[in-house]
């Protein structure tokens, strides 16, 4: 079974935004949303040593995603070869993964009411294609291939070279989109564009922490009561009614 | 000993009852085994793949699920909508969910008699009894709640905020009926003394005598229309001065419903 991954190329990366629009006239995906962009951390330093450098967000397709849990119905879910994905029939839109996703990577689809992310476009990959970033990709920037898979280019990047994982000490789940390139440019994409701690949304909270007991506690007293009445009624016996 | 009935519900009742039973009992199955957020999970995990397997896939059973919900919601919208002036009145409302004070010596009388702890009798109740009209309150409140959110996650309406709200109070919702379900099928179909209720589910009547023991208040009502309606006929007959026959309760004059076969009735 493969192990998908992506490697993106901080160096080769001109932020040309060609991933971007691939991506969604591929997924149709609508104004003011994107299931990847390509951002830019700013200028930093000191004239003339500046720098700067290009940071593609999208799903990381963790590890141990953080998302997975949170969707209530299961609609997000994760395949044997790595690629979280959503299931639309079962998504409700209730956006509690958008807010566990530490790297901003899922959106509420408007127009479906649905979740909507990045699936290594999956539906291409069965058909033995390429996601539609990496193809489009003027530069070469994007690379996708199999983890297990010791001839392939993110295996040579991940495990020969130096390519990161976008993480912190405190958001460590696995990410497998990993940054090559100079070390510099991964340090400030990190600086710029952190992850951040998965959240629970308001109603889960006030679930968890009030609604829930309220609802165990209720069904547990009257189950209570309504065995402490049957042994009672077991003890003393039936007596016929209505003769 | 064979008793007189009384009629106690409707047959439009007793239909919509064991509708909305069997749509219970089919969303609370399905809906246990829709939620596998670790989160909110209650059902055990052999549960959720039994449950996966009888539909197939889980989006099979979330269908389900949707066309059972909307099809209780569409009868009990078109029963509200049909019924609303016969059953959203004063009267019927203080029948149903209306606490008077023996209501409220009742629920502690009756809780004291299943613990065994008194031998007072129980005091006298209406149509229904105080547990009853608990139960009634708590299902006025929820159902529509329930169908409320329900709606709101199937149709995703006003957006992401409100279906994340809605789907928790949802959970919370069915939550309390069904702590109030489990002593409303345990007093209907397990407890010895309310077994008449029940099957007055299926006949739509009870005897005198369990009404009167156990709804006089109720009982005596019926009683006292029954001697208004009889006392109007009889002045009628008087004043047209029929004397064929004296009045008999058109009821004990019907045909007996065991009778003899006739010459030539084939049946």
Redesign the interface.
């Known amino acids: 079974m493969p192990r998908y991954a992506m490697v993106i190329d901080q160096e080769r990366c001109v932020g040309c935004q060609s991933c971007t629009v691939a991506c969604k006239s591929e997924w149709e995906v609508p104004n003011g949303s994107a299931r990847t962009k390509v951002r830019q951390t700013g200028t930093v330093g000191q004239f003339p040593k500046l720098s700067t450098a290009f940071y593609v967000s999208q799903c990381n397709h963790c590890d141990r995603p953080t998302c997975v849990?949170?969707?209530?119905?299961?609609a997000t879910y994760q395949d044997q070869n790595g690629v979280v994905r959503v299931?639309r029939?079962?998504c409700?839109?209730?956006?509690?993964c958008?807010a566990a996703c530490p790297y901003g990577a899922r959106y509420?689809n408007?127009e479906i009411?649905?979740v909507d992310k990045c699936d290594f476009c999956a539906s291409r990959l069965s058909r033995g294609l390429q996601p539609a970033c990496v193809a489009t990709c003027p530069a070469h920037a994007k690379i996708f291939g199999d983890l297990e898979d010791s001839s392939s280019d993110v295996f040579q990047f991940v495990y020969r070279g130096a390519a990161k994982r976008m993480e912190t000490a405190n958001i460590a789940i696995g990410p497998n989109v990993y940054y090559a390139g100079k070390p510099e440019h991964a340090e400030l994409a990190l600086a710029s564009f952190a992850p951040l701690p998965p959240r629970?949304?308001?109603?889960?909270k006030?679930?968890?922490s009030l609604?829930?007991k309220?609802?165990?506690l209720?069904?547990g007293?009257?189950?209570l009561?309504?065995a402490?009445?049957?042994f009672?009624?077991l003890s003393?016996g039936?007596?016929q009614?209505?003769? | 000993?064979a008793?007189r009935h009384i009629k106690k519900h409707h047959v439009a009742i007793v239909l919509l009852h064991w509708f909305n039973a069997i749509s219970w009992l089919l969303e609370l199955s399905t809906g246990a085994g829709?939620?596998?957020?670790?989160?909110?999970r209650f059902a055990p995990m052999w549960y959720l793949q039994m449950m996966e397997g009888v539909f197939g896939s889980?989006?099979n059973m979330?269908?389900f699920h949707i066309a059972v919900g909307l099809t209780w919601t569409a009868v009990f919208l078109v029963y509200a909508i049909f019924g609303f002036r016969n059953y959203l009145r004063i009267e019927v409302l203080q029948n149903e969910i209306g606490l008077d004070r023996d209501d409220v010596r009742w629920l502690r009388v009756r809780t004291l008699l299943?613990?065994?702890r008194t031998k007072d009798p129980l005091p006298p109740q209406g149509v229904y009894n105080a547990g009853q009209k608990l139960f009634a309150l708590l299902v006025y409140t929820m159902v529509p709640l329930i169908m409320l959110t329900g709606l709101t996650?199937?149709?995703?309406w006003f957006?992401?905020?409100f279906?994340?709200?809605a789907?928790?109070?949802h959970?919370?919702a069915v939550?309390?009926v069904?702590?109030?379900l489990?002593?409303h099928v345990?007093m209907g179909a397990?407890?010895?003394?309310e077994?008449?209720a029940f099957y007055s589910m299926i006949t739509g009547v009870v005897?005198e005598?369990?009404a009167y023991r156990h709804h006089f208040k109720w009982w005596r009502s019926v009683k006292i229309q029954q001697q208004a309606w009889r006392a109007e006929l009889t002045s009628k007959e008087e004043a047209i001065g029929t004397d064929e026959k004296p009045h008999q309760d058109p009821r004990t004059d019907a045909a007996p419903l065991i009778s003899r076969p006739q010459s030539g009735d084939r049946r």
Not at chain 1, 200 to 204: E, I, Y
Not at chain 2, 34 to 40: D, H
Not at chain 2, 190 to 193: G, H, N, W
Request: hydrophobic share 50%.
């Open positions: 849990p949170a969707c209530p119905t299961g299931n029939d079962l409700i839109g209730c956006g509690s958008v509420i408007a009411g649905k629970t949304l308001a109603p889960g006030v679930w968890s609604l829930n309220f609802v165990f209720a069904v007293a009257t189950f009561g309504q402490v009445a049957f009672h009624q003393t039936e007596k009614f209505e003769e | 000993m008793q829709l939620i596998v957020s670790p989160y909110y889980r989006a979330l269908r299943l613990l065994g996650m199937t149709f995703h957006g992401t905020a279906v994340a709200w789907m928790v109070l959970f919370f939550g309390m069904v702590s109030g489990m002593i345990y397990v407890f010895p003394e077994k008449p005897d005598l369990y």
